[in-house]
């Protein structure tokens, strides 16, 4: 088993983890480091695939260009090492605790043996091999604005943009939202998904597939009641319009995975679509939110179309897809 780590600031994280996922072809965890504010965003690979002086040369290479990117940040830091025999599923288990999302979800790995509270549904994902344990600061707040959107006795539907681990759609299951559906443009994640819906016995009730955001049409064949967006910055302002027209009049958008300073960005371009921010939250300094779409102006665009880029949008078809 080896280590390939790289230390960097909070706005290179996400950065340096879709590094590290294509070099080594392995899932990663991030540590937060609460004095220095540094992540460590770590692999941890059964087996290199080049010689371990070509992988340190190759990942420090890349992160000179992540560093030319973000001229303002600490240089980053890149460590690969072999690791030394030992039982790597307890060493997991030292790291990974349950995580309560109030009295409504208890999300926790395979070998805990929490007891959920009365009320509480269970999720279960095991680190290492999911994208999204519930540990990041923008998955909390994401599965937490799922647990206070839920309206009980309603029937209320659920898209997930960008599923990774599948942690939102398979939880949004758990609370009760019909249909829910998610997808992600990475194959490998994809099939996780796939398998933490099976391990969490909602197969039936979740559906991820492979779907490009930015290859999506415009105008949207569904609208969904609540539309969780994790993605970067970049994507959400260029897809907002795309975004919105997936959105019932009314309907919530979840929003996370952001830097605090591109936060303010996200929101001018979301009121141009008529998003409204509701609530805002800062951890770590992500800021994650949840925009209300406003009902009127919604409906008013569905009764006439709405043009962009050569394109309508606006009156919801029966068809299934997105």
Known sequence: MWQVSITVSPEMEEAAALLL????????AVYCDAHTVKRVVSAYPSSLRATRAMVLADLNSATRLLQCENPGAARPMVVV?????ENWAESWKRHFKPVEI????????????RRPRRGQRVVVLDPGLSFGTGHHATTEFCLEELAACRRAGTRQSFLDIGAGSGILAI????LGYSPVEAFDCDPVAVRVSVENAKRNHVENRVRPRREDLTRLP????RKWDVICANLTAELLRSEARK???????????????VMESEFQKICK???????????????ERWQSGRFVLAPKVQEQAGRRGEKDGGRYFGQDESSLGC
Do not use: Q, Y
Not at 171 to 174: G, P, S, T, Y
Not at 218 to 221: K, S, T
Not at 243 to 257: D, E, F, S, Y
């Open 21 to 28: 996922e294509r070099s080594c072809g392995a899932p990663t």
């Open 81 to 85: 090492k072999k690791l030394p025999r």
């Open 102 to 113: 109030g009295d409504r979800l208890l999300i926790k790995p395979g070998w805990s043996r």
């Open 171 to 174: 939880a949004a299951a758990k």
């Open 218 to 221: 415009v105008r949207g064949r």
């Open 243 to 257: 975004i919105r027209a997936r959105l019932h009049p009314g309907g919530r958008l979840i929003v996370a995975g």
């Open 269 to 283: 371009d979301f009121a141009i679509c008529h998003l409204t921010l509701a609530k805002s939250e800062v951890k």
